[in-house]
């Protein structure tokens, strides 16, 4: 039996997440959490004939939460306000820092052995977060916690078939760095199956996957960001940790992780400047982050500039969680 939760399931991102989720065959029992409209959205989830039972909880002074996470085997969280048009990543940390703090504080009390996977923006400082606090617990357990990056994979793909043709569902592209701007790198001569980008194509179409989202979010005109998208590769990822942890194996997916506490993290920690947190090519099992994979050694020269760039802002991302959570401690 497979118990999920989203935290934030009333959100642009929680409600379609959470309707993935309640028709995946993999899920027993779904779980919402938000601080508002939860028992609409359960209702309105409730009437379809899938296989997942679904509950619904307010804050209830801390019940609900306690109720919501009490048995979970994965924990997703899109919690935390949408950027809008002339927000920066940073306006969104001011705001996101302190409820991925609370939720994870959550789950450390509730379910501290469950996956846990972080949407909620910027992925680069609340996955930090959310170690730091999972430490503060003595629960934190590096192989089960999961910055979500499956958007710019899926974006990769898609991208990369508008230039060159194809199949957009045949392609995969490691994406690795971070989750924001020029922190994402993706390794376009490690595209599989291997094709030719041509070279007056190949700035606009590294810009696009990059900077995606800001395409999605003058598109909707201060209504929003990329909701529907970034719930779909979402459940995507945690889809296909659900597999590996029944069993399935051969499952790789990109993944922004703590990497000395993975397998093969270390080798790539030494690559990337010391870095603790990177995204790169996951294998997952049954315990979560199984091994991770280092295709950066075969990076082109371009590509490793990009990659210089990525680590310098990703210094400074990491660096603002950790430091995020030290002054509330000073506090």
Not at 16 to 43: C, F, H, I, W
Not at 108 to 125: D, Q
Not at 252 to 267: A, C
Not at 283 to 305: F, I, R
């Amino acid at each position: 039996m497979v118990k999920a939760s989203v935290l934030g399931a009333s959100g642009g991102i929680g409600q379609p997440l959470s309707l993935l989720l309640a028709t995946s065959p993999l899920v027993d029992e779904l779980s919402l959490y938000d601080v508002v409209n939860t028992p609409g959205v359960g209702a309105d989830l409730s009437h379809i004939n899938g296989t997942a039972k679904i509950t619904a909880y307010l804050p209830e002074n801390g019940a609900g939460l306690e109720k919501a996470l009490t048995g979970c085997d994965i924990v997703v969280i899109p919690a935390g306000i949408p950027r809008k048009p002339g927000m920066t990543r940073d306006d969104l940390f001011k705001i996101n820092a302190g409820i991925v703090r609370d939720l994870v504080t959550g789950v450390a009390k509730f379910c501290p052995k469950a996956f846990v996977l972080v949407i909620s923006n910027p992925v680069n400082s609340t996955v930090p977060i959310a170690a730091e606090i999972l430490k503060q617990h003595n629960v934190f357990d590096a192989t089960r916690l999961f910055g979500v990056t499956s958007l710019d994979v899926v974006r990769a793909s898609t991208f990369v078939a508008d230039v060159v043709g194809g199949d957009r569902t045949k392609y995969r592209v490691p994406v690795v760095g971070g989750h924001s701007g020029e922190t994402i790198v993706p390794l376009l001569s490690q595209i599989t199956p291997s094709v030719d980008i041509p070279a007056d194509k190949l700035d606009a179409l590294v810009n696009r996957i990059q900077f995606g989202g800001d395409e999605v979010v003058k598109a909707k005109d201060g209504t929003g960001s990329a909701t529907l998208s970034m719930a779909y590769a979402g459940f995507r990822f945690a889809q296909a940790l659900l597999k590996a942890a029944k069993g399935e194996t051969g499952i790789v997916e990109p993944t922004y992780v703590y990497l000395p506490g993975v397998e093969g993290g270390k080798e790539i920690q030494e690559i990337v400047g010391g870095l603790e947190f990177f995204a790169v090519p996951v294998e997952l099992g049954p315990s979560g982050a199984v091994k991770a994979t280092n295709p950066l050694p075969s990076a082109t020269d371009y590509e490793k500039k990009l990659l210089n760039t990525a680590y310098e802002g990703l210094k400074g991302n990491i660096s603002k969680g950790v430091e995020f959570i030290a002054a509330q401690n000073s506090k």
